[in-house]
């Protein structure tokens, strides 16, 4: 019986790691303010792109997160969730991490298939802080109708917020 555990052990072990099929998201779907030509710029994760924060219009969820962040990782299946309803936009910046590249692993391995910018500085810190999760909801001129400080905890929270700050049922 210990022999039989022995060998199972190994082999979960020693397998190789599967990861999620979604393809590295693109930032092309980002909508701005082409007029906003000051702020702060920051790149696409998949280094195909830089966009001025200041210029991003929405509606849209714009989740500050970090691989390294628990809390960070407790939300994410929540906004997968969410991207996949196709009835709001999502962008997210990743926060601090240790390379472009590494951010990128982290996104496709946990289905984060909305649009990824970089900001590895922290040059967002003054507008976000410097604690992650953040999520701020943006209306169409790129006000912020909603700040949530911390992790959404069920779907059914961003359903009501995007709904109440956005107009947008999801």
């Given amino acids: 019986m210990k022999r039989?555990?022995?060998?199972?052990?190994?082999?979960?072990?020693?397998?190789?790691?599967?990861?999620?099929?979604v393809a590295a998201p693109t930032c092309k779907t980002i909508a701005t303010n082409p007029a906003v030509k000051k702020g702060i710029v920051l790149n696409c994760l998949d280094g195909k792109g830089k966009f001025i924060f200041e210029?991003?219009?929405?509606?849209?969820i714009i989740n500050v997160w970090g691989s390294w962040c628990f809390?960070?990782?407790?939300?994410?299946?929540?906004?997968?969730?969410?991207a996949k309803t196709k009835k709001i936009h999502i962008?997210?910046?990743?926060?601090?991490e240790s390379s472009d590249a590494s951010g990128?692993?982290?996104?496709?391995?946990?289905?984060m298939s909305w649009p990824q910018l970089s900001d590895m500085k922290n040059k967002t810190k003054g507008i976000f802080g410097l604690g992650v999760p953040v999520s701020r909801f943006i209306d169409v001129d790129g006000k912020v109708v909603y700040e949530k400080i911390g992790p959404f905890k069920s779907f059914a929270e961003i359903q009501k917020a995007a709904k109440e700050f956005l107009g947008v049922k999801i």
């Fill in 4 to 21: 039989a555990l022995l060998v199972l052990a190994l082999l979960f072990a020693s397998a190789t790691p599967v990861y999620a099929t």
């Fill in 55 to 60: 210029a991003i219009r929405g509606p849209a």
């Fill in 71 to 82: 809390p960070c990782r407790e939300e994410i299946p929540l906004l997968v969730q969410a």
């Fill in 91 to 96: 962008i997210g910046i990743d926060a601090s």
């Fill in 104 to 111: 990128m692993k982290f996104v496709v391995a946990h289905d």
